[in-house]
């Protein structure tokens, strides 16, 4: 079993800046695509940002400019910049090898206005 861990979740005012991290149990080489989901209550879980081994990274049209992914050998990131209420949601890691995805238990962002 793989463990991803969040964690830098928190509560922010709007405009303000949050870095969420993903500790895995293993090397994030391992995974085809790691990323971030989130939920917001009474919504569906939306894809926020992935990247995959090789670097390659996409984002959701709301957050392109905002939100920059990156990772090392052992966690992936999600630096969010210029934060927005509508940001605001459990942010969940997820690491996908081919059919099988991983997930973490999720971090709670709040932004406040």
């Known amino acids: 079993q793989v463990q991803l861990v969040e964690s830098g979740g928190g509560l922010v005012q709007a405009g303000g800046t949050l870095r969420l991290s993903c500790a895995a149990s293993?090397?994030?080489?391992?995974?085809?695509?790691m990323g971030w989901y989130r939920q917001a209550p009474g919504k569906q879980r939306e894809l926020v940002a992935g990247?995959?081994?090789?670097?390659a990274t996409n984002y959701a049209d709301s957050v392109k400019g905002r939100f920059t992914i990156s990772r090392d050998n052992a966690a992936v990131y999600l630096q969010m910049s210029s934060l927005k209420p509508e940001d605001t949601g459990v942010y969940y890691c997820?690491?996908?090898?081919?059919?099988?995805?991983?997930w973490g238990q999720g971090t709670q962002v709040t932004v406040s206005s």
């Open positions: 990247i995959t081994s090789g670097g």
């Open positions: 293993v090397s994030i080489f391992s995974f085809n695509r």
């Open positions: 997820y690491a996908r090898v081919d059919l099988l995805t991983s």
